[in-house]
């Protein structure tokens, strides 16, 4: 393009990276919302878009944008039902000179993109996360606005993440993270957590992440999430993605059995004295409990938990 002074630039670019399983509504959602971000003239962008379904069937959606967008939207399937092999092969196929992530359940405002790139162009570091909030799709029940389990941390613009504060729901990297290896996203970690390996080993490198609380995304929480079941599975899956990630620190088993013990003491009386101090009270402790437990349970390779993704 022309800039202002007739000289001859070149635009930045960015891939928008998503992976998807079976949630075509959502994604249509998704996409809908992408379509419509503000650049400023800043930047342009395309969609990149990963189904972890082998039956593709997130095609037709994707294909359905592609058509009538004025932005570009590609589209491809990992077969294996793994996250961390969906976001290399989308990081792959990405373009530019930058990077960024969303998931299939969320949705940005119009400044989302714009937001991010400038917070990112601005400093040093090499990505940039915004906040997830929750959108309920349907209202829960009282307990679970008052457990506040699916608020996540927020942070002042700038600030300095460690890893144990990373999530790649919302996130835009220079595409020079990603240039120094191939070694992204383990496949190990391939039902979650694979993220926050990744931030580890960046960090570990000398890598920094800032915050952009002036870019928030906010996450579909679907009525199911918030039954006891999923939460419990989750809390499952999450110990022992922790297991694997603190493997060389003995320490932290010792604290998850004595905090099991503790936990399984004190629940019952916060079940029967539920009416009193609230449900949220029980089932906050309970899914502690049962984030202990799973980390004790990684130690014995036992995994309850069958299904690759917890929907």
């Known amino acids: ?41 800043l930047f342009d962008f395309s969609i990149v878009v990963v189904d972890n379904d082998s039956a593709g069937t997130a095609l037709v959606t994707i294909e359905s944008h592609a058509r009538r967008s004025a932005v570009p939207i590609s589209a491809y399937i990992e077969p294996e039902q793994n996250i961390a092999l969906a976001r290399n092969r989308a990081v792959g196929h990405s373009q530019g000179q930058f990077v960024a992530f969303i998931d299939d359940d969320e949705r940005p405002d119009e400044r989302w993109l714009l937001s991010h790139y400038l917070a990112l162009t601005k400093s040093a570091a090499c990505g940039v996360l915004g906040p ?30 460690d890893w144990k504060r990373t999530r790649s729901g919302n996130c835009l990297f220079r595409r020079s993270l990603f240039e120094a290896d191939k070694d992204w996203f383990r496949k190990e970690f391939g039902r979650g957590g694979e993220d926050r390996d990744f931030f580890r080993r960046k960090i570990s490198q000398g890598c920094l992440f800032v915050w952009n609380d002036d870019a928030p995304v906010y996450e579909i929480v679907q009525s199911n999430r918030w039954s006891a079941k999923s939460m419990l599975k989750r809390s499952l899956l999450r110990g022992r993605m922790s297991s694997f990630a603190d493997r060389h620190n003995p320490l932290k088993a010792m604290i998850s059995y004595v905090a099991i013990h503790l936990y399984t003491i004190v629940l019952p009386f916060l079940f029967l004295f539920s009416p009193v101090y609230g449900f949220e009270v029980f089932m906050n402790y309970l899914v502690k409990d049962f984030d202990h437990l799973g980390r004790l349970l990684a130690l014995v390779n036992f995994d309850p938990v069958k299904e690759k993704y917890i929907m």
């Open 132 to 161: 997830v909030l929750p959108r309920f799709e349907s209202p829960p029940p009282a307990w679970v606005l008052r457990s506040r389990m699916f608020d996540r941390e927020r942070h002042p613009s700038g600030f300095i993440l």
């Open 1 to 41: 393009m022309t800039g202002d002074r007739g000289n001859m630039i070149d635009k930045a670019h960015i891939s928008i990276c998503i992976c998807t399983y079976k949630r075509p509504r959502q994604l249509d959602e998704l996409l809908t919302a992408l379509e419509r971000q503000g650049t400023e003239g």
